[in-house]
């Protein structure tokens, strides 16, 4: 049996397929590698309205130089992605309930609004992926439901070497029956447009901990205070804090960082 997509055999684990230790391979992983999906289902399908030209009836709003577009949901895969905004603003204020911010992505070299903890996860995750395009909260779709008329906007849409992905992020144990209604409504209007559709729940053990650890060495860093050759000199000869003359404060405090042991 070949490994999954992204998976490689350890090296010498020659055992059954079923108890395989498998190493993620950071060159060919995809999203679906790292990310826990929730999964639509046939019950969550049943709630829409999905009755002959349902793609053209539901109707797509987006922000394009500050102004407001709308294309029906058949007309999406077509949409001019590089140029559009956020269809709402992302604001700041005490006591609210949620953390929005902004992350800074070196794959499209521009920061991108977010509201919590767990979509500023995902953007991280974007930007190791190598997102060319990602848009927070793309547009605002209004569709049918067989309770009626509803609206839901997505969370991100982005660009990736794997195909365009239209994301929403909800833990997975907060994801209710109101939830999955949008959720479907947004995967059959990705599915009509050849995009993907997905709902990020979670990650996958030890990735965003991965993650983190290597977004620290994503940008050049400088060293305004010429530390650097002062830190080198430290962990080569092994030098100790009470060695450094005293008027040397700073190079003090960082060979903290590198003092033996």
Not at 48 to 73: F, I, M, N, Q
Request: one cysteine or more.
């Amino acid at each position: 049996m070949r490994p999954a997509a992204g998976l490689r055999q350890a090296p010498g684990d020659t055992g059954p397929a079923a108890g395989r230790r498998a190493v993620m391979a950071s060159d060919s992983c995809c999203l679906t590698d790292l990310a826990r999906m929730w999964a639509v289902t046939e019950d969550d399908r049943r709630a829409l309205v999905l009755t002959a030209g349902w793609s053209g009836r539901w109707v797509t709003a987006w922000k394009v130089a500050g102004r407001e577009v709308t294309c029906p949901a058949a007309g999406m895969g077509g949409f001019p992605v590089p140029g559009c905004g956020p269809v709402r603003h992302f604001t700041w204020r005490t006591h609210q309930g949620h953390r929005p911010g902004l992350q800074s992505m070196t794959a499209t070299g521009r920061l991108h609004g977010f509201e919590s903890h767990a979509e500023q996860r995902l953007l991280l995750a974007l930007d190791f992926l190598g997102a060319r395009e990602v848009v927070s909260q793309p547009h605002r779709m209004r569709f049918e439901s067989a309770a009626g008329p509803r609206e839901h906007t997505p969370d991100f849409l982005a660009v990736t070497g794997e195909g365009t992905w239209l994301l929403d992020v909800r833990p997975a144990d907060r994801i209710e029956a109101a939830d999955r209604v949008k959720f479907a409504a947004s995967a059959e209007a990705a599915l009509a447009c050849g995009w993907q559709y997905g709902v990020v729940g979670g990650w996958q053990p030890h990735v965003m901990t991965t993650l983190d650890t290597l977004s620290a060495q994503r940008r050049p860093l400088s060293d305004p205070l010429g530390l650097a050759q002062v830190l080198l000199a430290a962990a080569t000869g092994g030098l100790c804090v009470p060695r450094i003359p005293s008027t040397a404060l700073i190079s003090k405090v960082a060979l903290l960082a590198v003092r033996p042991s």
